[in-house]
């Protein structure tokens, strides 16, 4: 075999892949919320459902598919959420925020200055997977972030009480 290179050409040597009901409205979504190009998508055999997508954002490649049980593939609807979330660093984040917001994502949290340097909100999308969605404003030492974490937290324990 000729040398072929073991990770494709423009993916990452870790490419997320989502599980999602309704993949092609939810390809539709990332295309309006976050300007998501389409690279290729196969309709699984029923015709109409996605058993594969990829998509890009910026220089990131990501799958998709749609839920299919027998393959043990669950959507974070049938899950009741998910533990994992997507970071999505953009050039403009309430600009982003909004956008992802107008084309039918739920905000979680307003975009905000956070101790790490980056301003910063989420949205959890209209199929159960949250998108941070960010702009790196601050280079920080890791002593001013530990000390930024450590305000952080005094002010998240003063508002428990």
């Not at 870790?14 to 309709?43: C, N, Q, S, W």
């Not at 979330?85 to 039918?104: E, H, M, S, T």
């Not at 890791?142 to 937290?153: P, R, S, T």
Request: proline share 6%; with cysteine.
């Amino acid at each position: 075999m000729a040398n072929v290179n073991p990770v494709p050409a423009g993916f990452g040597t870790i490419t997320p892949g989502l599980v999602v009901r309704g993949g092609a409205k939810a390809i539709d979504f990332y295309k309006k919320a976050f300007g998501a190009e389409e690279r290729m998508r196969m309709p699984g055999p029923d015709g109409t459902s996605v058993m594969h997508a990829e998509l890009r954002i910026g220089n990131s490649i990501f799958m998709l598919n749609d839920e299919n049980r027998e393959w043990g593939a669950l959507s974070p609807e049938s899950l009741n959420g998910t533990p994992c979330g997507f970071y999505l660093y953009v050039n403009d984040a309430d600009a982003w925020q909004k956008r992802a917001i107008d084309a039918g994502g739920k905000e979680v949290m307003p975009v905000q200055d956070m101790f790490w340097g980056d301003k910063m909100g989420c949205v959890m999308d209209p199929f159960g997977h949250k998108w941070n969605i960010a702009t790196h404003v601050r280079d920080l030492t890791l002593d001013e972030i530990k000390k930024g974490q450590e305000a952080w937290m005094k002010e998240m324990a003063a508002q428990k009480h």
